[in-house]
Nanobody, 123 residues
Framework: QQQLVESGGGLVQAGESLRLSCAAS????????IAWFRQAPGKEREFVAT????????HYADSVKGRFTISRDNPNKKAYLQMNSLKPEDTAVYYC????????????????WGQGTQVTVSS
């Protein structure tokens, strides 16, 4: 089993930064890929970023590439999403997910999800 708890969301102005954290409780954390997804009101949940179990490979959605950085700390069972140069269109609930997906952008292939943390970016 794996429980994920996100934190770090909030209200910021455009151009500012936030760092989201994902704390895991399961023993398999260091074996699992971690991803961040987001969901804006009225929209489907969309892929943001992912990192492999070792941290050696990362992938990003085109919309956040160059602004967001995903990282992980396996000994402490945590993952992070550093978000810089935030834009109003980044406003959404951000979710941390863990699993063994064959296709890292596919929301249905992740086994564990957190409850989400709200990020609001004002213009």
């Amino acid at each position: 089993q794996q429980q994920l708890v996100e934190s770090g969301g909030g209200l910021v102005q455009a151009g500012e930064s936030l760092r989201l954290s994902c704390a895991a409780s399961g023993r398999a954390f260091s074996e699992q890929a971690i991803a961040w997804f987001r969901q804006a009101p009225g929209k489907e949940r969309e892929f943001v970023a992912t990192i492999t179990w070792s941290g050696g490979t990362t992938h990003y959605a085109d919309s956040v590439k160059g602004r967001f950085t995903i990282s992980r700390d396996n000994p402490n069972k945590k993952a992070y999403l550093q978000m810089n140069s935030l834009k109003p269109e980044d406003t959404a609930v951000y979710y941390c997910a863990a699993g063994y997906p064959d296709a890292y952008t596919n929301v249905d292939l992740y086994d564990y999800w957190g409850q989400g943390t709200q990020v609001t970016v004002s213009s």
